[in-house]
């Protein structure tokens, strides 16, 4: 079974709609992470999460919400959905080493109308 | 404000023919990663580079670091078609735990 998993895979949805990008992760990290990739421009980060109560912009963060429900989960919402949120959403997580590289979930493609 | 460029974003070669990716950032960092994306699918971690002329390999690929001149590289070696992919540097910080991200580099082997 994979580490990180998303859900749902694929989604379409008008413009104005609220959605939500769900994450969970079994390899017992600490930190968890959202992305959004956008041709050209590689993956800039929306929210990150250090711990259960530790919740951070990223570069990107306007028009997006996040919660962390659990250590294993990280969940991130688009209030009102908008065409130029259209992209391809990661979920990543990470332990707290000095070495630790990011694991990524499968990716969600994301289509506003 | 941390940049990352790489260079080239695509690149297109012979197999058997050697390459190098550049990734160049702009502000000191402890950390450098590539990563690889392969078409439609998530990203796979090939190498963590930590100090000042580090160097890891694994097979055909080759990434090293220059913490003083804020560059890393990417060696191909004898290209086959399987490394066609996108790859990707991202520089980090120990202390905020973020990744920053090159916009990518696209290489394409011919047979």
Known sequence: ?113 | ELKVEQNPLFLSMQEGKNYTIYCNYSTTSDRLYWYRQDPGKSLESLFVLLSNGAVKQEGRLMASLDTKARLSTLHITAAVHDLSATYFCAVGSSNTGKLIFGQGTTLQVKP
């Open chain 1, 1 to 113: 079974d994979a580490d990180v998993t998303q859900t749902p895979r694929n989604r379409i949805t008008k413009t104005g709609k609220r959605i939500m990008l769900e994450c969970s992760q079994t390899k017992g990290h600490d930190r968890m992470y959202w992305y959004r990739q956008d041709p050209g421009l590689g993956l800039r980060l929306i929210y990150y999460s250090f711990d259960v109560k530790d919740i951070n912009k990223g570069e990107i963060s306007d028009g997006y919400s996040v919660s962390r429900q659990a250590q294993a989960k990280f969940s991130l919402s688009l209030e009102s959905a908008i065409p130029n949120q259209t992209a391809l959403y990661f979920c990543a997580s990470s332990g707290t080493g000095s070495a630790e590289t990011q694991y990524f979930g499968p990716g969600t493609r994301l289509l506003v109308l």
